[in-house]
């Protein structure tokens, strides 16, 4: 079955960087794309971007760019997000999530994992 | 970026009722529009894709329909497990974007 685990909750001062890592198991890592999808608290959900494992290529929102950095490490079958110069309103609950597979089209997150919390707080 | 707008914000019901949500899209998406629920402090689960298509393992009081820009999600018969919040989302450019959900609260 597809499992994503990520890293733990994180507290950061405002300015530093933080990264998370989602390690997948159950299928092949290579074969989707990985989502990023972030929750601030009591908010709804936004879509940062996604890596294609297999060639390590990015796609993020404009809101992100030159902020955010999605990489890979195809021999733990593990993704990394890392968010650069962050803020207060960085703070949020951040997921990544397994594009489906069967489903006409593209950015459809079918698997998620357990969500790591980040704070950005001096 | 296309906007998704869902309404109710928060709606009220009793177990058995039917309930419908709607969501709105700020252009046509055809019918690349999926639904997520979400239970407090858990991730989103995938529900339905492409309009009306429901995930494996989804109960069949699900339901979606719609397309173009105007949208559906009902559940025929609540059930206790169903109070969640609810969310849209457009499959159909990127960036993808997400209503603002709808919580589905017992009355």
């Known amino acids: 079955q597809v499992q994503l685990v990520q890293s733990g909750a994180e507290v950061k001062k405002p300015g530093a960087s933080v990264k998370v890592s989602c390690k997948a198991s159950?299928?092949?890592?290579?074969?989707?794309?990985m989502h990023w999808v972030r929750q601030a608290p009591g908010q709804g959900l936004e879509w940062m971007g996604w890596?294609?494992?297999?060639?390590?290529?990015?796609n993020c929102a404009q809101k992100f760019q030159g902020r955010v950095s999605m990489t890979r490490d195809t021999s733990i079958s593990t993704a990394y997000m890392e968010l650069s110069s962050l803020r207060s309103d960085d703070t949020a609950v951040y997921y990544c999530?397994?594009?489906?597979?069967?489903?006409?089209?593209?950015?459809?997150?079918?698997?998620w994992g357990q969500g790591t919390l980040v704070t950005v707080s001096s | 970026d296309i906007q998704m707008t869902q309404s109710p914000s928060s709606l009220s019901a009793s177990v058995g009722d039917r309930v419908t949500i709607t969501c709105r899209a700020s252009?046509?998406?055809?019918?690349?529009l999926n639904w997520f629920q979400q239970k407090p402090g858990k991730a989103p689960k995938f529900l339905i894709y492409?309009?009306?298509s429901l995930q494996s393992g989804v109960p069949s009081r699900f339901s979606g329909s719609g397309s173009g820009t105007d949208f559906t999600l009902t559940i025929s018969s609540l059930q206790p497990e169903d109070f969640a919040t609810y969310y849209c989302?457009?499959?159909?450019?990127?960036?993808?974007?997400f209503g603002q959900g709808t919580k589905l609260e017992i009355k």
């Open positions: 999530a397994r594009e489906g597979s069967g489903i006409s089209g593209y950015y459809n997150p079918l698997y």
């Open positions: 159950g299928y092949t890592f290579t074969g989707y794309y």
């Open positions: 890596i294609n494992p297999n060639s390590g290529g990015t």
């Open positions: 252009q046509s998406i055809s019918s690349y």
């Open positions: 492409g309009v009306s």
């Open positions: 989302q457009q499959s159909y450019s990127a960036p993808p974007t």
